[in-house]
T-cell receptor
Framework: EAGVAQSPRYKIIEKRQSVAFWCNPI?????LYWYQQILGQGPKLLIQ????????DSQLPKDRFSAERLKGVDSTLKIQPAKLEDSAVYLC???????????FGSGTRLTVV | GEDVEQSLFLSVREGDSSVINCTYT??????LYWYKQEPGAGLQLLTY?????DMKQDQRLTVLLNKKDKHLSLRIADTQTGDSAIYFC???????????FGSGTQLTVLP
């Protein structure tokens, strides 16, 4: 089966600019996650979707981050405006249900300068 | 709250066994996972263990779980240079729907 697709692979932006990341999960996977991985740390959950509904966004900095999964398939994560501390790898993962193992995409490496 | 701790670095010689350790705090953890991350790649699920098990073996990988001490370990037998990567421990607590990850252990395999 095809894996979790993410784009772009790399992005460099200046602080205060906007950026968007895209994720296409494995076909049929109802649950989609966005994680932020800062260099030298483990991934930290930003938001979890079940189909097109948000299950948990308690750790999403909502003043600058937003995410959507309108048709319950693809998802986009946006940062507006970006800060230097947003430099990280943004990982998308999907699973059949919220009790199943995750499959991760390769991530988008964001550098804010 | 949930907290997962790992040592940062481990170096072993090729052919030796590697043991990567992890401690967690949430006693209601139901599943515990080991993921591998190679440079520039996402996380790859290696193996997992259910909390009512003490041990799970899968080819060169052995997972040991000590629920009393909340300690999880991953043993890699006959470690190869291709095993060099960052290894993450993760837990799913009873009511949580997401995984909580440790900071990762960088495994370096020396020839």
């Amino acid at each position: 089966e095809a894996g979790v697709a993410q784009s772009p692979r790399y992005k460099i932006i200046e602080k205060r600019q906007s950026v968007a990341f895209w994720c296409n999960p494995i076909s049929g996977h109802a649950t989609l996650y966005w994680y932020q991985q800062i260099l030298g740390q483990g991934p930290k959950l930003l938001i979890q979707f079940q189909n097109n509904g948000v299950v948990d966004d308690s750790q999403l900095p909502k003043d600058r981050f937003s995410a959507e999964r309108l048709k319950g398939v693809d998802s986009t994560l946006k940062i507006q405006p970006a800060k230097l501390e947003d430099s990280a790898v943004y990982l998308c993962a999907s699973s059949l249900g919220d009790r199943d193992g995750y499959t991760f995409g390769s991530g988008t490496r964001l550098t804010v300068v | 709250g949930e907290d997962v701790e790992q040592s940062l670095f481990l170096s072993v010689r090729e052919g030796d066994s590697s043991v990567i350790n992890c401690t967690y705090t949430d006693s209601s953890s139901t599943y515990l996972y080991w993921y591998k991350q190679e440079p520039g790649a996402g996380l790859q699920l290696l193996t997992y263990i259910f909390s009512n098990m003490d041990m799970k073996q899968d080819q060169r990988l052995t997972v040991l779980l000590n629920k009393k001490d909340k300690h999880l370990s991953l043993r890699i037998a006959d470690t190869q240079t291709g095993d060099s990567a960052i290894y993450f421990c993760a837990e799913r607590a009873g009511s949580a729907r997401q995984l909580t990850f440790g900071s990762g252990t960088q495994l370096t395999v020396l020839p």
